[in-house]
């Protein structure tokens, strides 16, 4: 599976942002999907996870609340809607694709890994 994310850009604190991982081959639907971050000198942080379905969904405690993970099977594409941005959420995001149908907060589960896009929030 390869994966390539997408819709990073810079936006000001308290705005709304919708990133997209699009994956190629035809089993995305056997995948659990997962969004990681990495800020500029910290380690990479898991962000959200959806299982196979989209029926079960998990996020970090930074975000649950702000933002909503989803997916679009028939698409092949995870996406990550961001609302009420504040400047600690700006980092490079990361999604990730699991083999397993569950989802999992630990980035050593995931096989296969996007390039990363960059979110800034300005303050």
């Known amino acids: 599976v390869q994966l390539q994310a997408s819709g990073g850009r810079l936006v000001q604190a308290g705005g709304s942002l919708r990133l997209s991982c699009a994956a190629s081959g035809r089993t995305f639907s056997r995948y659990a999907m997962g969004w990681f971050r990495q800020a500029p000198g910290q380690e990479r942080e898991f962000v959200a996870a959806?299982?196979?379905?989209?029926?079960?969904?998990y996020y970090a405690d930074s975000v649950k609340g702000r933002f909503t993970i989803s997916r679009d099977n028939a698409k092949s594409t995870v996406y990550v809607q961001m609302s009420s941005l504040i400047p600690e959420d700006t980092a490079v995001y990361y999604c990730?694709?699991?083999?397993?149908?569950?989802?999992?907060?630990?980035?050593?589960?995931?096989?296969?890994w996007g390039q990363g896009t960059l979110v800034t929030v300005s303050s």
């Open positions: 959806i299982n196979w379905s989209g029926g079960s969904t």
């Open positions: 990730a694709a699991d083999r397993s149908y569950s989802y999992t907060p630990l980035a050593y589960e995931y096989d296969y």
